[in-house]
């Protein structure tokens, strides 16, 4: 085998962990995923997964944003005001 074949097959076998780990996680959100889900749905699967799939594979594969999930989870997990928006509220 070839420098260059070991190459090619330690290429494709990392492709081939990625692709099972979107496998897995596509799998556990079958349910949500069965139908139209809102973008809340999908913001709230992806918290609910957090700890075992990254956010940006989970935001890749259900077509939304990152930027588009922090701002959501900032704005329903904040429950205090910050001095910033207490000022604007006077």
């Given at each position: 085998m070839t420098p260059a074949d070991r190459d090619e097959l330690?290429?494709?076998r990392k492709q081939v962990v990625e692709q099972e780990k979107d496998i897995s996680f596509l799998k556990k959100s079958v349910g949500v995923l069965c139908g139209e889900p809102s973008v809340?749905?999908?913001f709230e699967l992806m918290a609910a997964e957090c700890a075992d799939t990254g956010i940006s594979r989970m935001?890749?594969?259900l077509g939304v944003s990152t930027s588009g999930y922090y701002d959501?989870?900032?704005r329903f997990t904040t429950t205090e005001m910050t001095s910033l928006r207490q000022r604007r509220r006077t």
């Open positions: 330690t290429r494709l809340v749905e999908r935001a890749r594969l959501h989870k900032n």
